[in-house]
């Protein structure tokens, strides 16, 4: 029973240390490739710079596919490339700071730049799954779904259920391209920078 249980012990380090290598492997390739390209990435918008560092991780992921698949599962579904991606990150601060905060830098950079829009119209439906979205019928008719990614000062309006249907509100926003899993496409999302009841 002893022996057993000292078998099943080392078996579950062994597994944990294996998947914590791979991981550290493959922070190691992305890193290396980044870095390669560093020089190029400097002057790229940061949704080019996001682009580079994915082909970096996929042909990381290529050459690891197996063991990543046995850590992650499928990571085409469900959330299991976020995961990936949010792993990669997160070692990638320590071990090749300088790419990181390149490509922390850029997209911080792109956000402040993005150009801001605003529509005005009544509430329709707020909606909280993963992330809270917003419908709201502008005065044409038309209605636009919007999403809270980021803080913002008057954020306690929706996130404390301030805002009811119907009411009337201004919304300034800017529109970012994310990956949706459901629809296995990018698509142009509308991110609510700022919002007021009038």
Same mark, same amino acid.
């Given at each position: %029973?002893?022996?057993?249980?000292? =078998?099943?012990?080392?078996?579950?380090?062994?597994?944990?240390?294996?998947?914590?290598?791979?991981? $550290? *492997?493959?922070?190691?390739?992305?890193?290396?490739?980044?870095?390669?390209?560093?020089?190029?990435?400097? $002057?790229?918008?940061?949704?080019?710079?996001?682009?580079?560092?994915?082909?970096?991780?996929?042909?990381?992921?290529?050459?690891?596919?197996?063991?990543?698949?046995?850590?992650?599962? *499928?990571? %085409?579904?469900? $959330?299991?490339?976020?995961?990936?991606?949010?792993?990669?990150?997160?070692? %990638?601060?320590?071990?090749?700071?300088? =790419?990181?905060?390149?490509?922390?830098?850029?997209?911080?950079?792109?956000?402040?730049?993005?150009?801001?829009?605003?529509?005005?119209?009544?509430?329709?439906?707020?909606?909280?799954?993963?992330?809270?979205?917003? $419908?709201?019928?502008?005065?044409?008719?038309?209605?636009?779904? %919007?999403?809270?990614?980021?803080?913002?000062?008057?954020?306690?309006?929706?996130?404390?259920?301030?805002?009811?249907?119907?009411?009337?509100?201004?919304?300034?926003?800017?529109?970012?391209?994310?990956? @949706?899993?459901?629809?296995? @496409?990018?698509?142009?999302?509308?991110?609510?920078?700022?919002?007021?009841?009038?």
């Amino acid at each position: %029973m002893k022996n057993s249980v000292l =078998v099943f012990l080392f078996c579950l380090f062994f597994l944990n240390a294996n998947s914590q290598d791979i991981l $550290d *492997n493959v922070v190691k390739e992305v890193c290396s490739c980044a870095t390669a390209k560093a020089e190029q990435l400097k $002057d790229l918008p940061a949704d080019k710079i996001q682009l580079e560092l994915g082909f970096c991780i996929i042909t990381s992921y290529s050459n690891h596919e197996k063991e990543l698949t046995a850590k992650y599962g *499928n990571v %085409m579904e469900g $959330d299991g490339m976020e995961k990936l991606g949010t792993d990669i990150g997160l070692k %990638m601060a320590s071990a090749c700071p300088d =790419v990181f905060r390149l490509i922390a830098g850029s997209s911080f950079e792109d956000e402040e730049t993005q150009p801001v829009s605003t529509v005005e119209g009544q509430i329709v439906a707020v909606k909280s799954e993963q992330f809270m979205t917003i $419908d709201v019928k502008d005065n044409s008719g038309r209605t636009h779904s %919007m999403l809270l990614l980021t803080f913002f000062e008057g954020a306690d309006i929706l996130t404390e259920n301030k805002l009811k249907k119907n009411d009337k509100v201004s919304i300034d926003y800017w529109e970012q391209e994310f990956y @949706d899993a459901k629809a296995k @496409d990018f698509r142009n999302y509308k991110v609510i920078q700022s919002i007021k009841k009038i």
